[in-house]
Structures are given as structure tokens and as C-alpha cells.
């Protein structure tokens, strides 16, 4: 692969992660209306500061994982994308996951527990929905080899 396409697989991979971990952090909401009319004013200021704090959090580990994907790859193997596509969004949803709890100091070990329970299915709808990105490279591969192998052979030489 040369390296402009090398570019834009990075930079979709990295848009398109950003994008859905966005849409995953914005699903919470209308799943769970009644954290955000808490009494507990900390909670409800976390939660309202989470879909701010995804994209910063969430674009270099993107970043990160898609360069690591097409370092010294010349194709794309199942294994290599389903690990980005599963891998990823995974390692984001832990990433902020730390992050809240952190956030709230004293209770960091009930925030990070309340945290896997209620971001547990944003994070498999996430999953889901990002898996779809896959498609789009599934097929460019496919569209690359075949045009490698269409090129005749007098215009190699």
C-alpha cells in the first residue's frame, strides 16, 4: 500500500472511531433519563460533561490504534480489523471509564462500577455500529488486489 492510502485508511479509521464512540456516549441519555435528574449533583455534572470529554479522549486512541493497524501492512487481514474494530472501542469505553472515575475523587470505586453497568450496552451497541465501518475496507482491499492483478504484464516491464 502506498502511503496516500495509507493516510486516508488513518484518518477514516480515526473519524469514523471518533464519531461512533460520540454517537455510544450520546446513547446513555435516552437509556437512562433517571441519571440525569439525580440528586446527586456530582453525577449529573459528570454526565453532562462526558459527550464533551469523549472526542478528545476517544481521537488519539483512534489515532493511535489505526496507526498501529497499517504500520508495515501492505493488505488488510480479518484478524487485524476485527481486533481495531472490537479492540478500539473497547479500550476507549475503559479509557473514559478511568477518566470518570477519577473525576469524582472519593467515589471513583462506585463511580467505575455504576460506570460497567450502565455503559455496558452503549458499548456493545457501539461495537455493533462500529463494526459497520469495517465494510468499507473489506472492500477497498478487495478492490486493490483485484487491480493488482489486472495490470498486464507488458506495462510492468
Excluded at 472490537?86 to 469524582?104: K, M, N, R
Excluded at 455500529?129 to 468499507?136: A, N, S, T
Aim: with cysteine; hydrophobic share 55%.
Amino acid at each position: 500500500m502506498k502511503v496516500g492510502m495509507k493516510a486516508i485508511i488513518v484518518a477514516y479509521l480515526t473519524i469514523w472511531t471518533t464519531a461512533v464512540a460520540s454517537l455510544a456516549v450520546l446513547m446513555i441519555r435516552p437509556l437512562y433519563p433517571e441519571l440525569y435528574t439525580s440528586v446527586v449533583r456530582i453525577e449529573r455534572d459528570i454526565l453532562e460533561l462526558l459527550p464533551a470529554l469523549t472526542p478528545f479522549i476517544a481521537f488519539p486512541i483512534a489515532f493511535g490504534q489505526a496507526m498501529s493497524v497499517v504500520r508495515r501492512r501492505n493488505t488488510f487481514d480479518e484478524g487485524m480489523l476485527i481486533r481495531y474494530f472490537v479492540g478500539t472501542p473497547i479500550c476507549i469505553f475503559f479509557t473514559l471509564l478511568a477518566a470518570i472515575s477519577l473525576l469524582t475523587l472519593i467515589f471513583a470505586p462506585i463511580a467505575f462500577i455504576l460506570g460497567l453497568t450502565y455503559g455496558a450496552i452503549p458499548l456493545l451497541v457501539g461495537v455493533i455500529i462500529h463494526c459497520f465501518g469495517m465494510l468499507p475496507l473489506y472492500f477497498l482491499d478487495r478492490w486493490l488486489r483485484s487491480s493488482a492483478k489486472t495490470v498486464p504484464a507488458e506495462s510492468v516491464r
